[in-house]
């Protein structure tokens, strides 16, 4: 049985930081292009960030670049999102999900095999 469980959400103050991780158990993790989705109140879920099977090759969304880095360990079975300078726009649900794909990276929110069930970041100003 597959699992992918969020964790490292929370409250914090504008720019501030926060470090999401997501362990994927079940699964051939090095198999998915692993990635982070978010959706606030009223709106779309978003591809945040995704990185491919080796972390060679990685996807942000342009909100979010030059602050947000994401990273895998394939050892651990382990997907990272570090947060910095956050903002309240920010806030939002945070999701994990895998896609089995081996040839680069997408970052839609359409085609995902597995979702986490999310944390929730939150951004005060």
């Known amino acids: 049985q597959v699992q992918v469980v969020e964790s490292g959400g929370g409250l914090v103050q504008a720019g501030g930081s926060l470090r999401l991780s997501c362990t994927a158990s079940?699964?051939?993790?090095?198999?998915?292009?692993m990635g982070w989705f978010r959706q606030a109140p009223g709106k779309e879920r978003e591809g945040v960030s995704c990185?491919?099977?080796?972390?060679?090759?990685?996807y942000y969304a342009d909100s979010v670049k030059g602050r947000f880095t994401i990273s895998r360990d394939n050892a651990k079975n382990t997907l990272y999102l570090q947060m910095n300078s956050l903002k309240p726009e920010d806030t939002a649900m945070y999701y994990c999900?895998?896609?089995?794909?081996?040839?680069?990276?997408?970052?839609?929110?359409?085609?995902?095999?597995?979702w986490g069930k999310g944390t929730l970041v939150n951004i005060s100003s």
């Open positions: 999900a895998a896609r089995k794909f081996k040839w680069g990276v997408i970052c839609e929110k359409y085609g995902i095999n597995y």
């Open positions: 079940g699964l051939s993790f090095s198999d998915y292009v």
């Open positions: 990185i491919n099977w080796s972390g060679a090759s990685m």
